[in-house]
T-cell receptor, first 114, second 111 residues
Framework: GQQLNQSPQSMFIQEGEDVSMNCTSS?????WLWYKQDPGEGPVLLIA?????ELTSNGRLTAQFGITRKDSFLNISASIPSDVGIYFC??????????????FGKGTHLIIQP | EAQVTQNPRYLITVTGKKLTVTCSQN?????MSWYRQDPGLGLRQIYY???????DKGDVPEGYKVSRKEKRNFPLILESPSPNQTSLYFC??????????FGDGTRLSIL
């Protein structure tokens, strides 16, 4: 199956710093999603992007759908302790005939040092 | 409240003993899917279903079965579990191009 290249694999940052992570693919998608997973829980949707070039914010989070439809980034501004977790990008190619599976990146593990 | 519910949350069992992990969603979603999550490999799709009685293999279907007799339920069946199926499993549901909702996961340990 397809794979997304998500980077970085892990980030060690100080509280208050900004964070940036991205995903690239060899295939195009018509939806990009960013999820966060806390220990012992399932992934929770943060931001959904539906159009190439779209820039969407959710509080301190900002994500963009790349113009080529093959990449996306997620920025977190002024990080706080509860931002700790694993962040996943996911690409979705919806053909109109029915939903299809998500292709996930391998995740970015965010660790915030006090 | 919109929910995807998996049971059990944790299971330790032995090789060869058939087990079923249930998944139920209350959002009337047509699409349901199972993923497994392993360190360094991320989330990989096992099987998915676009509607009742319609199921298809994902990227890693070997050793698993599913059924979709009703819209709300999508059980994952391991007929003869083996240690390499020790993993964290997630069920998800969705509709059209809307983002999928995930359950809280089932941690399986096969000894």
């Amino acid at each position: 199956g397809q794979q997304l290249n998500q980077s970085p694999q892990s980030m060690f940052i100080q509280e208050g710093e900004d964070v940036s992570m991205n995903c690239t693919s060899s295939s195009i998608f018509n939806t990009w999603l960013w999820y966060k997973q806390d220990p012992g829980e399932g992934p929770v949707l943060l931001i959904a992007l539906y159009k190439a070039g779209e820039l969407t914010s959710n509080g301190r989070l900002t994500a963009q759908f790349g113009i080529t439809r093959k990449d996306s980034f997620l920025n977190i501004s002024a990080s706080i302790p509860s931002d700790v977790g694993i962040y996943f990008c996911a690409g979705h190619m919806y053909s109109g005939g029915g939903a299809d599976g998500l292709t996930f990146g391998k995740g970015t593990h965010l660790i915030i040092q006090p | 409240e919109a929910q995807v519910t998996q049971n059990p949350r944790y299971l330790i069992t032995v090789t060869g003993k058939k087990l079923t992990v249930t998944c139920s969603q209350n959002m009337n979603h047509e699409y349901m899917s199972w993923y497994r999550q392993d360190p360094g490999l991320g989330l990989r799709q096992i099987y998915y279903s676009m509607n009742v009685e319609v199921t298809d293999k994902g990227d890693v279907p070997e050793g698993y079965k599913v059924s979709r007799k009703e819209k709300r339920n999508f059980p994952l069946i391991l007929e003869s579990p083996s240690p390499n199926q020790t993993s964290l499993y997630f069920c998800a549901s969705g509709q059209g191009n809307q983002p999928q909702h995930f359950g809280d996961g089932t941690r399986l340990s096969i000894l």
